[in-house]
């Protein structure tokens, strides 16, 4: 689960984290209260979208200017005619796609006195099963090309969750950051309050982009993009209230009702799974076979009849869905479930699209016979690559 900027910068309050005083803002009106607040003379105005980018974003509206998504505002008037602008348009961003997102809300900001511009985030590194630290003093919104151009900038460390952060993590930070004096010793606590906001918190990402130093040689974290682990949020009822369901996709938080594992893809072809390592092939192989896969959907192992009908009604939900693959293997997940959860759907939403159904493991044949019983047109396949063939045969001989 991702969350906004300002509500980043919440959470660095309470953990003493360096970071501006601003406040957020649902209209104009507010935008420009939130910047009465505030000493001035420099006012920072922030879209609030869950994407990167937005400094080098562009809006689609012309009425929207033409300055992107992070604006400096020179006086209150300023930041009441970038607020109009930019509210209830919608932001293009490297991140976005072409869709971009409609700015529902803003972050006004007290402007700050930059000196350099260096990168830090925190990550769990699957590689290492750590929390891992990945410094840059090249930061700012050029990041990514300092990454693919100069990847010898950028420094990573790994922390051992036995130890946990110890001083000399701070100070091996602060050196690959290029910073001197009282700065390391600031660098060192700053580097352990993220260590301990980002395992009390259950986060999976934390990046600040651009971490600054000022003119009087402060740290300051001036921005904040987070990402938290969705299996842990029933830990975190206060994290779960950050939940901004306007900036995730329908069908998604449909999908997260039903504990169902969803992504949205743009190919044309459903498909409805147990595990995810599955599913993953499962995409793989209907590319393989020159189609694409309309969602990545792990309906688990435990799954009911009513389970496997809500995760049908999500995928036809979608209007380029073409045809469906079913692929089980009934370990826990029983195959004769998973035969009258698709009946039930195909039967509730009339449908219309080709089903190929691949079943393997627990109760196959029972499965099998429910199937070929039950009048339904499904095309049924002897193993994965039968299966992605024939969807993708079938797909292109309606089309």
């Known amino acids: 689960m991702n969350i906004h900027e300002y509500q980043a910068k919440e959470l660095y309050r309470q953990y003493a984290i360096p970071t501006p005083v601003g406040y957020p803002a649902f209209t104009v009106d507010e935008a420009v209260a939130a910047a009465g607040k505030l000493p001035g003379p420099v006012y920072v105005v922030k879209a609030q979208v869950h994407a990167g980018g937005r400094g080098k974003g562009k809006f689609k509206e012309a009425s929207a200017g033409d300055k992107g998504g992070v604006r400096l505002a020179k006086s209150i008037d300023e930041v009441r005619t970038f607020a109009k602008e930019m509210l209830g348009n919608t932001l293009v961003t490297v991140q976005t796609g072409d869709a971009g997102r409609v700015v529902s809300r803003l972050y006004v900001e007290d402007g700050s006195q930059i000196e350099r511009e260096l990168y830090l985030s925190a990550l769990v590194d699957r ?6 630290f990945i410094a840059s ?28 952060f110890e001083p000399f993590h ?6 690959a950051l290029g910073l001197k004096g009282e700065q390391v010793k600031a660098c060192g606590k700053l580097v352990e309050n993220i260590y301990k906001m980002f395992v009390d918190k259950d986060m999976s990402l934390l990046e600040i982009n651009p971490l600054i130093v000022t003119k009087d040689g402060k740290l300051v974290c001036l921005d904040g ?5 969705s299996n842990a949020l029933y830990r975190h009822p206060e994290i779960v209230a950050y939940r901004d369901l306007g900036e995730e996709d329908p069908t998604e938080i449909e999908a997260s009702k039903h504990d169902l594992a969803f992504i949205k893809l743009d190919g044309t072809i459903g498909c409805l799974v147990n595990g995810a390592g599955l599913a993953m092939a499962t995409m793989d192989i209907i590319k393989l076979y020159g189609a694409e896969p309309a969602n990545f959907l792990d309906v688990g192992g435990g799954a009911s009849k009513e389970k496997v009908r809500e995760a049908f009604k999500i995928i036809l939900a979608d209007p380029n869905v073409k045809g469906i693959l079913v692929n089980i293997f009934g370990g826990i997940m029983r195959c004769d479930i998973i035969a009258e959860g698709v009946i039930a759907a195909a039967r509730e939403m009339d449908l219309k699209v080709p089903l190929v159904v691949r079943l393997e493991g627990t109760n196959v ?18 193993d994965l690559g039968d299966a992605a063939k024939k969807i993708t045969d079938e797909v292109r001989k309606a089309a």
């Open 137 to 164: 003093q090249d930061g700012g919104m050029n990041i990514e090309d300092v990454a693919h151009n100069t990847p010898e900038r950028i420094h990573t460390l790994s922390i051992d969750p036995a130890t946990g």
């Open 365 to 382: 044949e029972l499965g099998k016979k429910i199937l070929n019983e039950s009048g339904l047109k499904v095309i049924a396949a002897d």
């Open 225 to 229: 993009k987070m990402d938290f682990d």
């Open 127 to 132: 590689e290492t099963s750590r929390v891992a």
């Open 170 to 175: 701070g100070r091996n930070i602060a050196f």
